[in-house]
């Protein structure tokens, strides 16, 4: 199999090249040495940074590399791997690994670091639900230099499994250490961890790539207002904002809305209100009695006007969307027109909706209104609901926004209409939006019950190919097939925001379409940037 090969990597990609920059102060300027300061979000505080339980593997580490990883023209290539092959049956993966690659303290990396960071994980399953190995049967050293996998059945989105795991080294790991201490193969490593503060990264004198310009990056952690704040007083580099600062103005900085494949859209529960069995035996209420009726669903997909919503909602900062975005080699890239009110509003009255004085439309009885829920704090959510409910006014229904953290979502998820955020390169959110079998399974899966047969067997045929281009080609017709059915609202491919000081460049040309999870994915180059 060619060495590049068609992205399908997931959220959670796996760069070697991360953070570097500059700073606005002239001791910074004068003296690359003393390296920039970052504000990237605080979710990178909130979790371990270790590889073993999931660490970084929906972001970027900067100090594990993986084996493979994805390029700006979101094409596999080589990371700590510099060539693969896959057998004919798909169930043997061989890598060949670089040579004279190190760890930060100094030993070599070979394929017995790779076997035990592999088995690692898979004995150790349940402390790392971001890398699933359950479909591996063995890895096993072939020479030092050599790498192969079995896995049990054929498994189409593995090579996306070893984009996301960070290698760890056999003889130094250990547990509680690796939390905030990873020794790594990156181009940085950590040189201090300050809790719920600051992560001070130094440059890895033994990384195996082109070294850092920037010598030391100090990613802070604050609240968002707080890093506008600190921008303005000219002491970040780097701060992640929300749509809402977009068109605030920063001496010395200047905004750069990034390219992303993370959308917004909204689970409309397609079950009329009922009572079900859950997996483990308890009876759990689900479906609404509005978002169930399929003439609903339709009509806000054709009738609304996405782009009318993004201006109200971010500035006009976004790009429509009707399904996953185009730089993902197997998305649906089948559009169709919205703001075709009248249609909307046709099929609406043949399916027995009524227009009445108060402007809501009813059907025996039922008013066409149901909730909206926003993650709460989540400024840009809220905005995007709010405006939403706004446009689909015009069509006669109701839609009351609402906020609730995200553990009464998960009490809410089923019955109301939630505002959610996906995007990663692995095909698998298909099978997490639309697979039958995992409702109310846990988590996020597949919460609105949508249940079609044809679906289902396709998801498991893309799952189950023997190539890329199989697997591809089956994920778009779970989509062809899904989309008609509406259980999803998309509205919008969001556009990352930061602002960046004018002294650094962030080497635009080599970012990737960032994943879901504002913040972090700007790392992805971090070996690439520079100071001016």
């Not at 790009?319 to 890239?333: E, H």
Request: hydrophobic residues 35%; negative net charge.
């Amino acid at each position: 199999m060619n060495k590049k090969i068609v992205s399908l990597v997931s959220t959670a990609m796996v760069l070697p090249m991360l953070l570097v920059g500059c700073g606005k102060k002239e001791a910074s300027n004068s003296n690359p040495e003393d390296g920039i300061k970052i504000y990237i979000g605080s979710s990178i505080f909130d979790d371990s940074l270790d590889p073993i339980k999931g660490g970084m593997s929906n972001g970027y580490p900067f100090t594990n590399n993986a084996l493979l990883k994805v390029n700006s023209d979101s094409k596999y290539v080589g990371d700590l791997a510099k060539e693969w092959k896959v057998s004919n049956d798909a169930l043997t993966y061989t890598f060949d690994l670089n040579d004279g690659v190190k760890f930060s303290d100094g030993s070599e990396m070979n394929a017995e670091d790779v076997v035990f960071t592999y088995n690692t994980v898979k004995e150790n399953q349940a402390h790392n639900e971001n890398v699933d190995l359950t479909y591996l049967e063995s890895v096993k050293e072939v020479d030092k230099d050599t790498v192969e996998f079995k896995l049990k059945e054929p498994y189409s989105p593995f090579l996306d499994t070893t984009a996301q795991l960070g290698i760890v080294p056999s003889d130094a790991y250990d547990s509680k250490t690796f939390d905030t201490q990873p020794i790594g193969t990156g181009a940085y490593k950590v040189a201090q961890y300050d809790a719920s503060q600051q992560i001070i990264l130094e440059a890895n004198e033994n990384y195996f790539g082109k070294a850092p310009e920037i010598k030391k990056v100090t990613i802070v952690n604050m609240e968002e207002d707080a890093a506008f704040s600190s921008a303005k007083a000219g002491e970040l580099d780097v701060a992640m904002v929300g749509t809402n600062y977009a068109n605030e103005k920063i001496p010395g900085m200047k905004i750069e809305k990034l390219e992303t494949m993370d959308v917004r859209n909204v689970g409309l529960p397609v079950r009329p209100v009922s009572e079900v069995k859950s997996p483990s035996g308890e009876m759990v209420k689900v479906g609404n009695n509005v978002t169930s009726d399929p003439a609903v669903r339709k009509a806000l997909a054709i009738g609304i006007d996405r782009k009318k919503i993004i201006e109200n909602a971010s500035n006009g900062i976004g790009q429509p969307a009707v399904n996953f975005t185009d730089n993902l080699v197997w998305a649906s890239t089948d559009n169709y027109e919205d703001n075709k009110v009248d249609e909307a509003k046709k099929l609406l009255d043949e399916a027995g909706w009524k227009e009445t004085e108060s402007g809501i439309r009813e059907k025996d009885g039922q008013k066409c209104t149901f909730d909206l829920y926003a993650s709460a704090g989540e400024t840009d959510r809220y905005n995007l609901c709010v405006a939403l409910a706004e446009n689909a006014k015009e069509l006669g229904i109701d839609i009351p926004v609402k906020t609730a953290t995200w553990d009464e979502i998960l009490t809410l998820q089923n019955t109301s209409a939630i505002l959610w955020g996906w995007g990663q390169y692995s095909p698998t959110v298909l099978s997490s939006l639309y697979n039958s079998e995992l409702f109310l399974s846990g988590g996020y899966d597949n919460v609105v019950g949508y249940n079609n047969p044809e679906v289902d067997a396709k998801i498991k045929e893309a799952i189950n190919a023997n190539s890329q281009e199989d697997a591809i080609a089956a994920w778009k017709e779970v989509q062809g097939l899904a989309d008609k059915d509406h259980s999803n609202l998309f509205l919008v491919n969001i556009e990352h925001c930061y602002f960046i000081s004018d002294k650094l460049d962030i080497s635009k040309d080599t970012q990737i379409p960032h994943p879901h999870g504002h913040g972090t994915p700007i790392v992805c180059n971090i070996a690439d940037w520079k100071l001016k």
